[in-house]
C-alpha cells in the first residue's frame, strides 16, 4: 500500500509586494494617502497575518549602494582574524558594536556558525542619550583599513532609516490606522540596529548545525538584505519553507513587539539559516524597532482575540505577558547572546 503524503501548499511560498507606490508616496509627499497605498496595505496585512514574512521590491534602495556594501564586507571578512578582531564587540562597551568570530554568538544557548559586525545608528561621544550611558547607543567600530566601509555603512543605515519609515506607514495602514501611528508613539526616533554577517563554508552539510537556530526577532521590523547563496527558513503553517534570495528585493518580517502591539495578529515567525553552501554566505539585518526608552502596549484593535500560544514559539516565552520599555525587554535578550559581554550593557 502506498501512504500519499499530502503538502499544504498555500503556505509554501513568502508573499512578494511591491511597495513603489508607498515609496513613491513618501518621497514626494509628507502626507500619506491611503486610497494611493490601498492595495499595499491589503498584501501587507495577508502576507503578516498569514507568513510574519514578506519580500519587498520597488523599494528604492539604490542598487549600487548595496553592491558596494557586500564588496566591502566581503573584503573585510577575508581578512585574517587578528585583523578583524582589531574592531572586536569588547572594544565597544555599551554601545554594543563591533566584530564578534565564529561561534561567538549564542541562539538559545547554542554557538552560531558564523561571523559578524554590530553596528547601528551612529552617536558622537557627545550625545546625550551616549553621556548618559544608555545601553546599545554610542559610536561604530570600523576597520581602518578598509576605504569608504564608514561611508558605505552609514548611507545604507540612512537609507534602511527611511524604508523602515515607510514600511511601518504601510504596516499602520494595514491594520486600519492613520500612517503615522507608529511613529508618534514608537518610531519617530527608532532604535537602529544594523548587522552584517558571514556564514563559512559548511564542509560537512550537515542540519544539525544551523548558521543560526530557530528564533525571532525583538522589535517591529527586520528588512533583510541577502546574497544570491540562500539559507534563509521561515517556520510557515504548513513547515519549514526556504526563502531564496530574489534580485534586488529584501525580505521583511516582524518581531516580538510588533506581535505584542497586535495582540497576536501578526505574528512573530521563527526562522533560522541552514548555510549548506560550499562558500561564504553574506546577510545584512537591519532591525527598525521601538524608541529603546518607550513602554510598548497593545494597539485596540476590533475583533481580535488574543494569539497567545506558548507552545508556537521556539523560546514557550510569551511576548503578551511581558511588561515594561523595549529596552527592558531587548537587554534581557541580548544578554543571553554574548554572556561575556553582559556585564558591559547591564
Same mark, same amino acid.
Given at each position: 500500500m502506498t501512504v500519499l503524503q499530502i503538502v499544504d501548499k498555500k503556505f509554501s511560498q513568502v508573499p512578494i509586494i511591491? !511597495?513603489?507606490?508607498?515609496?513613491?508616496?513618501?518621497?514626494?509627499?509628507?502626507? !500619506?494617502?491611503?486610497?494611493?497605498?490601498?492595495?499595499?496595505?491589503?498584501?501587507?496585512?495577508?502576507?503578516?497575518?498569514?507568513? *510574519?514574512?514578506?519580500? !519587498?521590491?520597488?523599494? *528604492?534602495?539604490?542598487?549600487?549602494?548595496?553592491?558596494?556594501?557586500? +564588496?566591502?564586507? +566581503?573584503?573585510?571578512?577575508? +581578512?585574517?582574524?587578528?585583523?578583524k578582531l582589531k574592531i572586536r564587540m569588547a572594544l565597544?562597551?555599551?554601545?554594543?558594536? *563591533?566584530?564578534?568570530?565564529?561561534?561567538?554568538?549564542?541562539?538559545? *544557548?547554542?554557538?552560531?556558525?558564523?561571523?559578524?559586525?554590530?553596528?547601528?545608528?551612529?552617536?558622537?561621544?557627545?550625545?546625550?542619550?551616549?553621556?548618559?550611558?544608555?545601553?546599545?547607543?554610542?559610536?561604530?567600530?570600523f576597520p581602518e583599513n578598509i576605504p569608504q566601509f564608514r561611508e558605505t555603512v552609514l548611507e545604507y543605515i540612512d537609507s534602511m532609516t527611511q524604508l523602515g519609515h515607510t514600511l511601518m506607514a504601510g504596516i499602520a495602514l494595514s491594520l486600519g490606522l492613520e500612517p503615522s501611528y507608529f511613529a508618534d508613539r514608537y518610531t519617530k526616533d527608532p532604535l537602529i540596529l544594523f548587522r552584517i554577517f558571514n556564514?563559512?563554508?559548511?564542509?560537512?552539510?550537515?542540519?544539525?548545525?544551523?548558521?543560526v537556530g530557530e528564533h525571532t526577532d525583538y522589535g517591529v521590523l527586520t528588512i533583510l538584505k541577502q546574497d544570491n547563496i540562500g539559507g534563509l527558513q521561515v517556520k510557515s503553517k504548513s513547515g519549514w519553507i526556504d526563502a531564496a534570495p530574489i534580485p534586488n528585493s529584501f525580505v521583511c518580517n516582524i518581531g516580538d513587539m510588533l506581535d505584542r502591539m497586535t495582540q497576536g495578529l501578526y505574528r512573530s515567525t521563527p526562522h533560522r539559516v541552514l548555510n549548506s553552501s560550499t562558500s561564504n554566505r553574506l546577510s545584512f539585518p537591519f532591525f527598525f524597532d521601538p524608541n529603546f526608552n518607550v513602554e510598548v502596549k497593545p494597539i485596540e484593535l476590533k475583533d481580535v482575540v488574543v494569539n497567545d500560544d506558548k507552545s508556537d514559539r521556539w523560546d514557550k516565552a510569551s511576548v503578551h505577558e511581558f511588561r515594561g520599555t523595549y529596552g527592558e525587554y531587548l537587554l534581557n535578550k541580548v544578554s543571553k547572546v554574548f554572556p561575556e559581554l553582559r556585564q558591559t550593557v547591564l
Open positions: 511591491d !511597495i513603489s507606490a508607498l515609496v513613491d508616496q513618501t518621497k514626494n509627499s509628507s502626507v !500619506i494617502k491611503p486610497q494611493d497605498c490601498h492595495l499595499v496595505a491589503e498584501q501587507i496585512r495577508q502576507a503578516c497575518e498569514d507568513y *510574519g514574512f514578506f519580500y !519587498i521590491v520597488g523599494h *528604492g534602495v539604490d542598487e549600487q549602494l548595496q553592491q558596494n556594501l557586500e +564588496q566591502l564586507s +566581503q573584503q573585510f571578512f577575508a +581578512q585574517d582574524v587578528d585583523t565597544g562597551g555599551r554601545a554594543w558594536r *563591533g566584530y564578534f568570530p565564529v561561534g561567538n554568538e549564542l541562539t538559545s *544557548g547554542k554557538p552560531d556558525l558564523k561571523e559578524g559586525i554590530y553596528l547601528g545608528a551612529e552617536l558622537a561621544e557627545n550625545h546625550p542619550l551616549v553621556q548618559a550611558g544608555l545601553p546599545m547607543h554610542g559610536r561604530n567600530l556564514y563559512p563554508p559548511n564542509s560537512t552539510s550537515s542540519q544539525s548545525d544551523w548558521g
